[in-house]
T-cell receptor, first 116, second 114 residues
Framework: GAGVSQSPRYKVAKRGQDVALRCDPI?????LFWYQQALGQGPEFLTY????????KSGLPSDRFFAERPEGSVSTLKIQRTQQEDSAVYLC??????????????FGPGTRLTVT | SQKIEQNSEALNIQEGKTATLTCNYT??????LQWYRQDPGRGPVFLLL?????KEKRKERLKVTFDTTLKQSLFHITASQPADSATYLC?????????????FGQGTTLQVKP
């Protein structure tokens, strides 16, 4: 079946612009995660949803970052007033478990954001 | 603060040999540990999970060990093939009370030469 999809795959933004990154999880997966991956580093956790509820947003680096999943399926990560340090790959992952701890996560291909 | 370290330098081995990758952690008590494979331009792909009460897990040519006393996991690929060339990430997570958030190491790049 279809995996996790993300769009756009690449995004170039001028400093100060707002961007919106989309994630389509695997159908039926209730858990959804966003991670940020800098070049040469491992992914860093940003936020977690169980259905439409955002249960953990401890990794969001500033109040310029906002995520939503209003109907419990598609999720959007929004970054306001982008800065150069926001340049990274943003990964979305989903899991079919209602209690996702200790189970594998299925990752999308990521969106590469470059802020100029 | 929590820290996870993987071999920082790339690992180059000859086809057919066993590759061994290391994941060390400090200031953390994981309930489980996962290994993922990541190819350039792609998202990580799950390989294996091992829980804190397990010493060893195997899957085909893959083997992972977990030593909570040493705070270390070893990941082995036996009879390595050029197709195994990729970056391998270890990730730690807590137990059932946790949201499933994973803390990743920086990854180790493996190059298998024919």
């Amino acid at each position: 079946g279809a995996g996790v999809s993300q769009s756009p795959r690449y995004k170039v933004a001028k400093r100060g612009q707002d961007v919106a990154l989309r994630c389509d999880p695997i159908s039926g997966h209730v858990s959804l995660f966003w991670y940020q991956q800098a070049l040469g580093q491992g992914p860093e956790f940003l936020t977690y949803f169980q259905n439409e509820a955002q249960l953990d947003k401890s990794g969001l680096p500033s109040d310029r970052f906002f995520a939503e999943r209003p109907e419990g399926s598609v999720s959007t990560l929004k970054i306001q007033r982008t800065q150069q340090e926001d340049s990274a790959v943003y990964l979305c992952a989903s899991s079919h478990r209602t209690s996702p701890s200790s189970y594998e996560q299925y990752f999308g291909p990521g969106t590469r954001l470059t802020v100029t | 603060s929590q820290k996870i370290e993987q071999n920082s330098e790339a690992l180059n081995i000859q086809e057919g040999k066993t590759a061994t990758l290391t994941c060390n952690y400090t200031n953390y008590s994981p309930a489980y540990l996962q290994w993922y494979r990541q190819d350039p331009g792609r998202g990580p792909v799950f390989l294996l999970l091992i829980r804190e009460n397990e010493k060893e897990k195997r899957k085909e040519r893959l083997k992972v060990t977990f030593d909570t006393t040493l705070k270390q996991s070893l990941f082995h690929i036996t009879a390595s093939q050029p197709a195994d060339s990729a970056t391998y990430l270890c990730a730690l997570g807590r137990g059932s009370s946790n949201t499933g958030k994973l803390i990743f190491g920086q990854g180790t790049t493996l190059q298998v030469k024919p």
